[in-house]
């Protein structure tokens, strides 16, 4: 099975991903690399943000690797939070503060249209390559839900009855924005 590390320090995010992954990768942590940096993310984009990060394992450590880097885009904050979605509300990368800021911006707004996108950066060799999800859907007027992390409470994807939150860790792997760029890796890894 092949081996590969995700350069995240976010347990939630590695947990999510040892789940998609499941049988397929086996996905290593910094930390199962003794990797114990504070890897910068100061790129404007999501993208520039995930290479950022896939490059620095790679220099520093040797590993093949991925990095994601997530945002949500909200319409009427023409795309807020969008990079900085992690430190909305200060560098302390504080989920509840970043959602309380989020809904007091949109108080009273009517769109309320948003969109989640994770980029996937893959170093494998000396090669370079980006992937990515994106699920449309709507910040609720107010956080609901007890899983998850991060915006989930207060996003619900299109289509669905409830925030990401409500949902259950299965349902939203299948259909969320992580979901859809991981199984772009995962069929890249399967050619």
Not at 117 to 132: K, N, P, S, Y
């Amino acid at each position: 099975m092949k081996k590969i590390v995700f350069a995240t320090n976010n347990v939630h995010k590695l947990e999510e991903l040892r789940k998609l992954t499941e049988g397929k990768i086996e996905i290593l942590s910094l930390k199962d690399i003794d990797c114990y940096d504070d890897i910068p993310e100061t790129a404007d984009t999501l993208e520039g943000n995930a290479l950022i990060k896939a490059r620095w394992v790679k220099e520093r450590y040797g590993y093949d690797c991925f990095a994601d880097d997530t945002g949500l885009e909200v319409d009427a904050l023409d795309g807020e939070p969008g990079v900085y979605s992690a430190r909305y509300a200060g560098d302390n990368h504080d989920s509840e503060a970043n959602m309380r800021l989020l809904l007091s911006k949109l108080h009273g707004e009517k769109n309320r249209s948003a969109r989640f996108c994770t980029v996937i950066a893959l170093i494998e060799g000396d090669q370079e390559f980006i992937m990515d999800g994106i699920v449309e859907g709507e910040i609720t007027l107010e956080s609901s839900g007890q899983n998850g992390f991060g915006y989930d409470p207060v996003f619900r994807p299109e289509g669905c009855d409830m925030t990401f939150a409500e949902m259950g860790a299965d349902l939203k792997n299948r259909i969320s924005h992580r979901g859809r760029a991981v199984s772009k890796l995962i069929k890249y890894f399967s050619l």
